[in-house]
């Protein structure tokens, strides 16, 4: 696997979680949570990737249990099209279904209550899109 950082962003419609990855790819860590209708949205995208120079950028794709795309699938392709106007790097979709639910259960395994949980649930959700997005890639022949 190539080295370099990945970066992944768990889009809703009030907030935005970014996670990161060291350059072996080995630990992914939440860095930062964005609200999704702020004017800067795209400028602080801009400047996340401008700091870590991410070679690929993975966003979760929350499609249905059902494996059918609903409302919010089509959100989150809008959000990776203006995306990909501010950036040349790969944008690779992950399937999330879980991710947030993955994420809580952690939070409350690390002895977060769900007060506390609330302010970092969209990070930890990132997380879990980036390790995901990682096992895929690592999977993936030459």
Do not use: W
Not at 18 to 31: F, Q
Not at 110 to 129: C, H, P, Q
Not at 136 to 142: L, Q
């Amino acid at each position: 696997m190539q080295r370099g950082r990945r970066i992944a962003f768990d889009y809703g419609e009030v907030r935005i979680g970014v996670a990161i990855c060291d350059p072996d790819a080995i630990l992914c860590s939440p860095l930062t949570t964005l609200q999704s209708k702020s004017k800067d949205l795209f400028a602080n995208i801009v400047e996340i990737l401008d700091e870590h120079e991410p070679i690929a950028i993975f966003l979760g794709k929350p499609t249905l249990l059902s494996g059918l795309s609903g409302e919010a699938v089509k959100k989150v392709e809008e959000f990776a099209s203006l995306l990909a106007q501010h950036t040349d790097i790969e944008i690779i979709f992950i399937d999330e279904r879980l991710s947030t639910v993955s994420a809580m259960k952690n939070l409350q395994s690390a002895g977060i209550n769900a007060k506390d949980a609330r302010k970092s649930i969209d990070s930890m959700a990132a997380v879990a899109i980036l390790e995901q997005g990682l096992a895929v890639t690592k999977t993936r022949k030459p």
